[in-house]
């Protein structure tokens, strides 16, 4: 059997190595656009901003593809013939498969504004972007795009020296996964570090003369000689779609609890693949590390015959830069379509902070900041189980007691509602 890996990324590496752990035999093909082993994309902001060496930033080497019996094809994929089962390289040549993984990630969303190809604009998503913009010799920088990839490119063009204003064009910053208070409370350790935060606002134009002289937006202009673009990525579904695939409404490659698509014996995982939320069971499209491990996983074992299902991705990001770090998991209070029987809990302690986001008695998420950050797993176990909270209430006295006949966990959960 030969299994092809559209990816050389964290789900395509996954499918790999667990295939490997189960079948030594399976022929196993990566097919990846980018000529070296297998990086992390949540270090590149720490090697640009120097913390780290470039060679660090690898999760594996070449040889390690060989040890493992992994051939690496590098050239880009441009097309897939299901009903031949053959992937088409860009150079002409081609890859037969018996079974297919869609691992091609997501494609960096570039604003359609003028100005926008001068010289000292920049990305921040694969290794080629890090390269360049660790290279670049400049003194003023503005980031478009406060999402994780934003502020982390924030913090390092400070920490090599540069003068920075991050602009979001939503009201506050890392929308999709904190409140607009929890966020105010993030943007605040920004300025605090030297970081210029623009809210509410909006990117009109990159000025200069072939390159970076400076930035319009539809409320100032602000002089700088470098662009960071971190505007946000959408699946790479193009190849997929044409392949016959289905497209889900977050506009992610549609699996199902196997994690194969539409299209017989080819399956997706990662940042391209649309699953389900593992709680709600709606579709979701959480791009986030864990979730393509998971993913991963379950496809190796699919591929070698053994029984797989995925439970379903679940939503848990960490923030961390300079000296802050948060935790956002679940739901957040915006992102909830109906917001009645919504409860809210929240404590401030010095920088410390939490909230709970309780919906019909049952917990749809939660966000901290410092030291409340380091027992988010426990909340997790909460939304995870759909523990019924007015139970906690109810039974406080009984649960809260030394002979408690509830799990200890029910009284950390039962000292974030406040009960005691």
């Not at 092809?4 to 035999?25: F, M, S």
Request: hydrophobic residues 40%; glycine residues 10%.
């Amino acid at each position: 059997m030969h299994v092809v890996i559209i990816g050389n990324g964290i789900g395509g590496n996954a499918v790999a190595e667990g295939i490997r752990v189960y079948d030594r035999e399976t022929k196993i093909t990566i097919v990846t656009a980018e000529n070296c082993p297998e990086y992390d994309p949540g270090s590149l902001p720490y090697y640009i901003g120097g913390n780290v060496p470039r060679d660090t930033v690898f999760l594996k080497k070449m040889e390690d593809y060989r040890r493992d019996g992994i051939e690496l094809c590098v050239g880009k994929a441009v097309k897939v013939d299901a009903g031949a089962k053959k992937v088409f390289l860009e150079d002409g040549r081609e890859v037969t498969y018996d079974k297919l993984v869609f691992a091609t990630g997501g494609n960096q969303i570039i604003p359609p504004i003028k100005g926008v190809d001068k010289k000292g604009v920049f990305c921040c998503k694969v290794l080629s972007d890090a390269d360049a913009l660790a290279n670049h010799e400049g003194s003023s920088a503005v980031v478009i795009g406060s999402g994780l990839i934003g502020i982390e490119a924030c913090e390092a063009l400070k920490k090599k020296g540069y003068e920075v204003t991050l602009i979001e064009l939503m009201g506050w910053i890392m929308p999709r996964v904190f409140d607009e208070y929890t966020a105010g409370l993030l943007a605040e350790s920004l300025v605090e570090n030297g970081i210029n935060v623009l809210t509410g606002e909006k990117l009109v134009s990159i000025d200069g003369n072939g390159r970076v002289e400076g930035v319009t937006t539809d409320k100032r202009t602000i002089k700088c000689d470098t662009v960071v673009l971190a505007t946000g990525v959408v699946p790479a579904n193009t190849m997929a779609k044409e392949a016959g695939a289905e497209i889900g409404p977050t506009r992610g490659i549609k699996v199902n609890e196997r994690l194969l698509t539409t299209i017989e014996d080819v399956y997706a995982c990662g940042d391209c693949a649309e699953s389900f939320d593992a709680v709600t069971g709606e579709p979701a499209l959480y791009q986030l590390r864990h979730n393509a491990l998971e993913q991963g996983a379950v496809i190796a074992r699919d591929c070698v015959g053994l029984p797989a299902v995925y439970r379903g991705a679940w939503s848990f990001t960490r923030a961390h830069y300079f000296h802050t770090h948060a935790v956002s998991i679940g739901k957040t209070l915006a992102s909830l379509k109906d917001q009645a029987g919504v409860e809210l809990i929240e404590r401030k302690i010095g920088d410390d902070y939490y909230r709970l986001i309780i919906k019909d008695g049952r917990l749809a998420g939660a966000q901290a900041i410092g030291k409340f950050a380091d027992k988010m797993g426990i909340l997790l176990g909460a939304i995870w189980r759909q523990d019924d909270l007015s139970k906690i209430r109810s039974n406080w006295q009984a649960v809260s007691s030394i002979i408690s006949p509830y799990p200890w966990y029910y009284r950390v959960i039962g000292r974030y509602m406040q009960l005691s």
